[in-house]
């Protein structure tokens, strides 16, 4: 059986997070003063109560980890399944995590991550790519990306449906990937879960407060976006 695992790319000072498709592992990039070791997270396999397929994980100064959990492709894969998933923050190294999807103050809602980046300059900014919790219209045209300022504990909405161009439909699931670089930089590319193809590209200069509408080459012929694009 292979291990899912995630890889950090770290080029040009541009930050992105890439899945791999298979069965359920526990294997997650750990960033710690720039060292990266593979830590074992089974337990937070028994918090989310699913395969950890597709996640980001960061530590970062002190004892504080964020980790996105989300199904991230396969035939196997049922429509209710890819609505599975969540955003879990420790603050102790790892010993326990908390569910920050959905909980009161937090500003994230529920549904899986499908990306986790940070600011390659101040790690306590990060941003983070939230698709649908159901398969309901309002459900799938819920997809968006959020910011937070203080290492994952709360959150606000920077980007919707509403400024995608109409790329994130009612009648089909979207997810989107992020790369942070330097000086409030931000791309997003999203992919129609349906055909597994990057459908659109999105580039911020200031933290997603704005964003411009880039041209998305034709990629992925073989319907592979899901597991392969970052």
Sequence with gaps: RRRDRTRSRRSQGVVSDVGEEGGAGTAAERHDNGCHRAQQLAQLGELAGEPLVGRHLQRHRGN????????????????IQKTVGGLYRSTDGGANFSLISG??????????????????????????????????????????????NDTGATWTQIFN?????G???????????????????LAAGLIDLSTSKVV??????????????????NLNPGGQASPNFA
Excluded: H
């Excluded at 990306?115 to 997809?143: C, E, F, H, M």
């Excluded at 449906?161 to 161009?165: F, K, L, R, V």
């Design 161 to 165: 449906s509403t400024q995608s161009a």
């Design 167 to 185: 790329l994130i439909p009612t009648s089909t699931q979207t997810a989107i990937r992020l790369a942070a670089g330097p000086n409030g930089s």
């Design 200 to 217: 659109g590209l999105f580039w911020s200069g200031n933290s997603g407060a704005t964003w411009t509408t880039l041209t998305a080459p």
């Design 64 to 79: 504080v980890i964020v980790a996105g959990t989300y199904e991230i492709s396969g035939t196997f894969v049922s429509l």
């Design 103 to 148: 909980g009161g103050g937090s500003g994230l809602p529920n549904g899986p991550v499908t990306s986790i980046v940070s600011d390659p300059v101040n790690t306590s900014k990060l941003y983070a790519a939230v698709t649908a919790p159901d398969q309901t219209n309002a459900g799938r045209s819920s997809t968006a990306i959020y910011i937070s």
